[in-house]
């Protein structure tokens, strides 16, 4: 589980995490889905990440600092915490962005991974979500993977 992971790396309390359900629907069924909380540690070392990337907490995106600090890694974490694999293909929430900056981020992803992506309109008005297709999957999978956790290897949809 990630989890021990955090811990063991010292990023977490050793409290277990938390264990509970929620009930979404899906199609036209309600499912229980259990999920777990733990706490992780603040580190003011880490200050300067959120200060690049948030003013008046709200988020602001540097093009230029995506662009330099965007590489494999970054994309692997980027999908375990934004990404759904959907069947075929990935879709990262990007629904916090402007569409221009949903722009760049399609772009940066086929100019610096190599991988064909498409911009798409979500349920919420004037929002939008970077598909990574079904053509880019293999090689997608072949630069992020040695950086995923396995428990999330379902985000790749991979078993």
């Not at 990440?49 to 948030?54: C, L, S």
């Not at 694999?85 to 629904?95: L, Q």
Request: with cysteine; charged share 30%.
């Amino acid at each position: 589980m990630i989890y021990e992971f955090f811990n063991k790396n010292g990023y977490c309390t050793n409290n277990i995490p938390r264990k509970y359900i929620v009930k979404l629907k899906h199609n036209d069924d309600v499912k229980d889905f259990e999920r777990y909380e733990f706490v992780t540690y603040t580190f003011r070392s880490f200050k300067y990440i959120y200060e690049m990337f948030y003013k008046k907490q709200k988020k602001v995106l540097h093009l230029e600092k995506i662009k330099e600090y965007l590489d494999e890694r970054a994309l692997a974490h980027w999908i375990m915490d934004d990404g759904g694999y959907t069947g075929a293909g990935i879709r990262i929430a990007t629904n916090a962005f402007t569409l221009k900056e949903v722009m760049f981020l399609k772009e940066l992803l086929e100019d610096k991974f190599k991988l064909k992506c498409t911009i798409q309109e979500i349920y919420i008005k004037d929002k939008w979500s970077i598909y990574i297709t079904k053509d880019s999957m293999t090689h997608l999978i072949s630069i992020i993977k040695p950086y995923m956790h396995p428990s999330m290897y379902y985000k790749l949809g991979i078993k």
